[in-house]
């Protein structure tokens, strides 16, 4: 088998990946990305699911880098669908000139390093084989889909799809008894748009969430000529902001407010679209039981009021804290369990026991269905990683070094894997954040490094031990100080999957924080990493 040589191999061709193509390709870098799907796009080739659609506002969820494309490209939506999204990319993806260097249909199988040459060896499973000095991780933090471990799902005569592989044609699920097995960010979006298609609709619920309004909407000519003249400024916003959002916490305590002002402040955000009522609530939302509890009730008794049976109400009942779990935005979720062919089965009262040849059974009964729909989420941060066998120094595994959890230096590299670096890693800011707004950050901030590396005429770079450590105890001790510490079985704590440890993945503090330690590492010298 030949060899192939680069200066780098970026493995992915969603968000993140053609973002660093083109960045390291102006460096003056010779790339080659891998790419699993027949084209780009990531979680949005994907996720084809009816519903799929932005919960990021579109016209912050874009390159900021290329004049052109801002200029050229307009969003029909304040929250643009899944085929707009994907057909964005496919466009920038042209604009820049990036399709000739990116191998598709091509899964990166390993990654072993080679401390002799300080390069990486990179095979596929299609055959190939190349050695890249920098090996870039751009897999996406929500890209290893998962299904739950039922029994029987071999047996089911009708058809299952996990959202994440939706078929590429789209579904007719018209006259369908379908069962959907998953309340997240994505069954709520799959829920409300195919209630209205199919014959009957049994949503299997294990843990209700606090859906916000979204409240989507066309965006007009004159809306364009208004975010043309602001992206400056919105871009600007992004930065300061937790999540890259246009959404920033109110710098006031839900605690100094009158209570008729807190409940002005309530109902004003929720007014707003977006993820305002969370991203831009109270500044001690997320750290102060009582202020999070005001507001978790605000939105209870906002449920129930849509709601016309309180006892299927009393099921979509939330009871961990608002936020600790990742808030889903939703466009006439809660009426759909108003329509007499819509059924919601508690998995708290009733659990599944199996999936059988005809449907689903719960512990009290069977529920026939022709269709089975898991929006079941992703082994997160971490699993689309560790599912490839990658080897540092001494042939150590990534797997087996994250098996407690994983370890990083800035959520970007990890001790003992020199030169690889990870896009929306675990403890990155990226991997709850605006995409394009943390990936950009991320980039920029590599790309800077190998700027820098070239410089001095460094070949390796790697985190300190001491740095690493560090940095892990305080993504966990950050995030303990806040409600997240309470026991929420979320991804942003892998505890989702089954099997793996529990530790936090996401950085707590957010986006505009860790941007201003990646870029006081920088300023140091790169404080904590060693170069060779
Ligand atoms: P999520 O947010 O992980 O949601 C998965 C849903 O599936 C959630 O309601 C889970 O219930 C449910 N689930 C998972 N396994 C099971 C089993 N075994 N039985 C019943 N129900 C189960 O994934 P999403 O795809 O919705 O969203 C992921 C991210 O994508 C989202 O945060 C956005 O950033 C986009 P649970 O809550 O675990 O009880």
């Known amino acids: 088998m030949s060899t192939q040589h680069f200066d780098a191999v970026i493995i992915g061709a969603g968000v993140a990946g053609l973002c660093a193509l083109h960045r390291l390709r102006e460096l003056g870098l ?3 990305a891998y790419e699993r799907a027949s084209g780009v796009g990531g979680v949005w080739y994907w996720n084809r699911y009816p519903g799929a659609r932005f919960d990021s506002e579109s016209y912050t969820y874009c390159y900021s880098f290329s004049p052109q494309l801002l200029e050229e490209w307009t969003w029909s939506e304040r929250f643009a669908a899944q085929p707009e999204v994907l057909a964005y990319l496919n466009y920038a993806a042209e604009k820049l000139d990036l399709l000739r260097d990116v191998r598709f249909e091509t899964e990166v199988a390993s990654a072993w390093y080679d401390a002799r040459d300080h390069s990486w060896l990179i095979e596929t499973g299609q055959g190939e084989r190349t050695r890249a000095r920098y090996l870039i991780a751009a897999v996406g933090p929500l890209s290893a889909y998962q299904l739950p471990d039922i029994e029987g799902l071999e047996s089911f005569r009708g058809e299952h799809y996990h959202t994440a592989r939706w078929p590429h044609g789209g579904l007719d699920l018209a006259g369908k008894r379908v069962g959907v097995i ?4 994505t069954g709520v979006q799959v829920i409300q748009t195919i209630a209205h298609e199919v014959d009957r609709l049994v949503v299997f619920q294990r843990t209700p969430t606090y859906c916000m309004p979204q409240r989507n ?3 007009t000519d004159e809306d364009w000529r208004e975010i043309r003249r602001s992206y400056p400024a919105i ?17 006031r305590s839900g605690l100094e407010v009158t209570p008729e ?9 929720w007014a707003q679209p977006g993820f305002a009522f969370w991203q831009g609530n109270f500044m001690d939302l997320m750290t102060d039981e ?4 005001w507001a978790s009730e605000f939105v209870r008794r906002k449920i129930r009021e849509r709601v016309r049976d309180p006892a299927i109400a009393a099921k979509l009942m939330p009871v961990h804290a608002l936020g600790t779990k990742r808030v889903p935005l939703e466009n006439g979720y809660y009426e759909v369990y108003n329509e007499a062919h819509v059924e919601l089965v508690d998995l708290r009262e009733t659990p599944i026991e199996r999936i059988t040849r005809t449907g689903i059974r719960t512990r009290d009964r069977d529920y026939a269905l022709d269709v089975i729909v898991f929006a079941t989420g992703f082994d997160a941060a971490t699993g689309a990683l560790t599912r490839i066998d990658i080897r540092g120094e001494g042939g150590i595994l990534l797997r087996e070094k994250w098996r407690e959890g994983p370890s990083t230096y800035l959520g970007l590299q990890t001790a003992g894997f020199p030169n690889l670096f990870t896009i929306g890693g675990p403890h990155n800011a990226t991997n709850f954040c605006n995409a394009v707004r943390c990936t950009e950050q991320n980039v920029d901030w590599i790309a800077g490094c190998l700027r820098h590396m070239r410089d001095a005429g460094h070949v390796a770079i790697v985190p300190r031990v001491d740095a690493e450590n560090a940095w892990t105890a305080h993504v966990r001790a950050a995030a303990e100080a806040t409600l997240l510490r309470c026991d929420t079985n979320t991804w942003f704590y892998g505890a989702n999957t089954p099997g793996k440890a529990k530790s936090v993945s996401i950085y707590a503090p957010g986006a505009a924080a860790y941007r201003e330690r990646c870029d006081e590492v920088a300023r140091r010298g790169y404080e904590g990493f060693e170069f060779r």
Do not use: I, Y
């Open 235 to 251: 871009f600007a916003r992004c930065r300061e902001t937790m999540g890259g959002f246009v959404h920033g916490f109110d710098p």
């Open 261 to 269: 002002e807190r409940e002005a402040v309530f109902e004003s955000l």
């Open 217 to 219: 909407a066309p965006l």
């Open 182 to 185: 998953g309340t997240g960010a």
């Open 30 to 32: 010779s790339v080659r």
């Open 290 to 293: 009582t202020v999070n509890r």
